[in-house]
């Protein structure tokens, strides 16, 4: 029940209608999403996407104690909007670990109660399918009481290669070997021309949605992402919501959705503006809104900060990710690799901003409740981590030739310009977290 203070609001924002379809549990339209984004009233969609936040999980606010392992960075796509990856010829920074040396990231962390191993990298076509067999069984018996949530579906899209069988038997095979479920990732944005501009050699939206219906049949659990903020336009976001809405109607394989926002630092688009807290806001709740299937929103602290964070789980997030250990997709690894937040600076940061911590496994089983269990030992431990990388050796695969620059894509394209901008924050606190 809506009180008379935001009816106010929301018929002052012309959007009564769409707080009625949100009421009566609705779904909401190609035309409302665009409106979502477009009115500069984002406490009402905020308020919206509360409301539908609440319905579903209450007043709870998850929260999960992983470790992130990239046991990669040589990536054949040369995606432009991405900074983490390395050419896979003559490139210093690139770096493949054994599964033995992945394991032995995971023993670093033995004394941590950690419940999920997020693993993901670089597509890299010199490893073999025994390769990420190897990997997720090394990792499994270095950590058996975690869960493995492993390769986005443009990595499941090479594993299918090197493995010259059907997605199908791969998942059978990746799960006998100790996957537990599938990360988001790698759709980025499904439109065919973001993807023809910045990441063409990555499988296509279509390609991205048949594997993850494959993953689904095949019992698995994953995510999806939005990678926003670079040159994408308003409607391709809204797109790409009904797209995923459509195959989560077919499967309920979906657990979380989670939106990236983009880091423009070290990447081939660099010039372009990083986005806003105030855009980070609208697309945890535009989110909310559209995905009305998705069980849970998340809000990646490493992607938005802390800060914003603790205010998505008022614009529509109920998931927080995570203690994470060591990230290296949007630092520079040689000077920044640590990224931690310690489980205690986590639920504080829950409690503080009014929500009921839950600690859950990937499946969203709960593991604790309020500040049970919550140490700092992760900063400890993080510290103390030895560096195990080693230089992947001469791969020898080519590079797309002549890289569009960032200021051509702009004339080009024009990333679109939305009405609140005059009123957009600069999101200075992009490094704020307990990184060390
Ligand atoms: O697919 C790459 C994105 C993704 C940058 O499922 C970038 O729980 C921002 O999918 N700035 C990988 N983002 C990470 C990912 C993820 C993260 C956290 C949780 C889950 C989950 C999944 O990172 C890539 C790409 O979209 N990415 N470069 C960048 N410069």
Known sequence: MIGTFWRHQIEAADLADI??????????????????????????????????????????????????????????????????????????????????????????????????????????????????????????????????????????????????????EVFEDLKRAGLDALPGGGAEVMSDRVHEDLFYAKPDAARWLELAREAHLSGLKSNATLLYGHIEQTREKVEHFIQLRQLQDETGGFLTFIPLSWHPEKTALEDLKAPT??????????????????PHIKSFWIMNTAPVTQSALWFGADDVDGTIMEYE?????????????????????????????????????????GLEGVSDVETLLSQQNADLIQPAANLGITQREGVTTASQLQKEKGREIIALESAAIPNSGRSVGASN
């Open 19 to 168: 707080a009625a379809k949100v009421e009566n549990g609705d779904r909401l339209s190609f035309d409302d999403g665009l409106r979502l984004y477009r009115t500069p009233q984002l406490n009402v969609v905020g308020f919206l996407a509360n409301m539908v936040r609440e319905r579903l999980n209450g007043n709870v606010a998850y929260w999960v104690r992983n470790q992130h392992v990239n046991y990669t960075n040589v990536c054949n796509k040369g995606c432009l909007f991405c900074s983490f990856y390395a050419k896979p010829k003559d490139d210093p920074r690139a770096y493949v670990m054994t599964p033995e040396q992945a394991a032995q990231k995971v023993r670093n962390y033995g004394d941590v109660p950690i419940s999920e191993v997020h693993v993901v990298g670089g597509v890299n076509p010199k490893l073999p399918y025994s390769y990420y067999l190897e990997l997720l069984h090394a990792i499994k018996a270095a950590r058996p009481d975690a869960h493995i949530k492993a390769f986005t579906m443009v990595e499941i899209d090479q594993i299918v290669r090197a493995a010259k069988k059907s997605p199908r």
């Open 329 to 369: 997709i949007i630092r520079d690894p040689a000077r920044d690799r640590k990224q931690v937040l310690t489980s205690r600076a986590l639920v504080e940061m829950i409690v503080e901003a009014g929500r009921e911590p839950l600690e859950r496994d990937p499946l969203y089983n709960i593991i604790s409740r």
């Open 277 to 294: 807290g105030v855009e980070d806001l609208r697309e945890i709740a535009v989110a909310r809104l559209m995905l009305d299937n998705f």
